[in-house]
């Protein structure tokens, strides 16, 4: 709400996501990804591959920010966690509506418990990785200014809240996306087979997918990512802004915002406009070629980028957009490469769609596949 206090809060983030820092994440991204692999391959019949997509996105998400802790994709949600996270959303989107809720409710026994249960969880690790120091360069190293780039580090308190929000912001919307991708992807057999000779033309089965070194010319693979997150953005409904405190109001475009208003601009709707996207309701990731000019298309053509938002825009944009890009990338390659995938027998797709829901991030439901290993 405060830009300037904004700003402040956001420098260790900015840092945390420099070409540099990445780079030094890449080995956790590498480890992870080829658990997920190796966990795909050892199931028989059908499995969730949402849920192992959510367990991947979790546990890598506890390393980046925790230093580790969590070992959902080899013991499942043991500890409840993962559902905890999904219930503390449905709570905090009725906060995000209701502030005022918020100072009742913890008040009262039973009401907000898998918040406060998420909010212990997030202290009690926070202390334990305090206490260990960090051993890698990860992203609390940056939260709590390890890297000594401050002068001062921030109280620990804030270090708690920024990594549940890594956390969160991380973790829900990476997995809904990378599902939404293979959802995509099963349901239109002839993008999967275009998408699959494009990995085999660049990782052949043999060659280390886990690198991404080729990731930079896999221009159809960003395609089928762009096209899913413009038909399924993770935030469907964007977040949300406000007049800043004591300025009076807002004019934006021919609306007035009194001060004390929110607004939000509704990403789904937005990228679903014939006015900015051909086709707004097909799948269609050949659209991204045509716009970058790499691909030839005759008729009326209209894509417009400034319309294209998943990751939003402006100073509080996501922070973590290149990081998401480089999991999704990475996971993509390795499956393509390593595995056959078709849904389960009799299952009926649209009960994907059906089970989609909007608690500020998007809530999926089960993606039942059958995964054969790739010869
Ligand atoms: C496909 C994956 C992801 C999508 C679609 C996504 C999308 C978004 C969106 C729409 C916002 C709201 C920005 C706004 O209010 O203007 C956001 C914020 C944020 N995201 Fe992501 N995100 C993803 C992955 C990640 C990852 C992997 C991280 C790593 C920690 C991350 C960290 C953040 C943070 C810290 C913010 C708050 C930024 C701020 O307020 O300055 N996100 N993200």
Not at 125 to 150: H, M, P, V, W
Request: charged share 25%; proline share 5%.
């Amino acid at each position: 709400m405060d830009p300037i206090e904004h700003a402040r809060r956001r420098k260790p983030w900015n840092r945390a996501f420099s070409t540099a820092a990445l780079k030094e994440y890449q080995p956790i991204v590498t480890r992870r990804t080829a658990q997920l692999i190796e966990g795909l391959m050892g199931e028989v019949g059908t499995t969730d591959l949402a849920k192992w997509i959510s367990y991947y996105a979790y546990d890598f998400m506890g390393d980046m920010v925790f230093g580790g802790g969590t070992e959902m994709l080899r013991e499942g949600d043991r500890d409840g966690l993962w559902r905890l996270l999904k219930n503390g959303m449905s709570i905090a989107v009725i906060y995000e509506h209701v502030p005022w809720l918020s100072y009742y409710t913890r008040h009262l026994p039973g009401l907000g418990n898998d918040l406060k249960r998420l909010r212990a969880m997030a202290f009690e690790r926070t202390i334990q990785r305090y206490n260990r120091g960090s051993l890698t360069k990860d992203l609390f190293y940056y939260l709590s200014n390890e890297d000594q780039a401050e002068t001062e580090s921030p109280p620990r308190h804030i270090v708690i809240s920024d990594g549940l929000i890594a956390l969160i912001a991380g973790s829900d919307t990476t997995a809904t996306t990378l599902s939404n991708v293979f959802y995509c992807l099963l349901t239109h057999p002839e993008t999967y087979k275009r998408l699959q000779d494009e990995v085999d033309k660049y990782y052949p089965l043999g060659e280390d997918a886990l690198n991404p070194e080729h990731h930079v010319h896999m221009t159809y693979l960003d395609a089928v990512i762009n096209e899913t997150m413009r038909l399924f953005p993770a935030v469907s409904s964007g977040s949300l802004r406000a007049p800043i405190r004591g300025t009076g109001g807002k004019t934006v475009g021919p609306y007035y915002l009194p001060e004390g208003t929110q607004a939000r601009l509704h990403v789904y709707s937005l990228q679903r406009d014939a006015r900015y996207f051909t086709q707004p309701e097909s799948f269609w990731p050949d659209r991204w070629l045509i716009a970058e000019g790499l691909q030839k298309f005759s008729g009326q053509f209209v894509h417009d980028p400034n319309a294209f938002i998943p990751f939003s825009f402006g100073t509080a944009n996501c922070v973590g957009k290149n990081l998401a890009m480089l999991e999704m990338r990475m996971v993509m390659c390795n499956c393509m490469q390593k595995l056959e995938m078709n849904f389960a027998e009799g299952w009926d797709s649209e009960m994907w769609l059906r089970d989609l829901e909007d608690v500020f991030v998007t809530r999926m439901g089960q993606l039942p596949v059958t995964i054969r290993k790739r010869e």
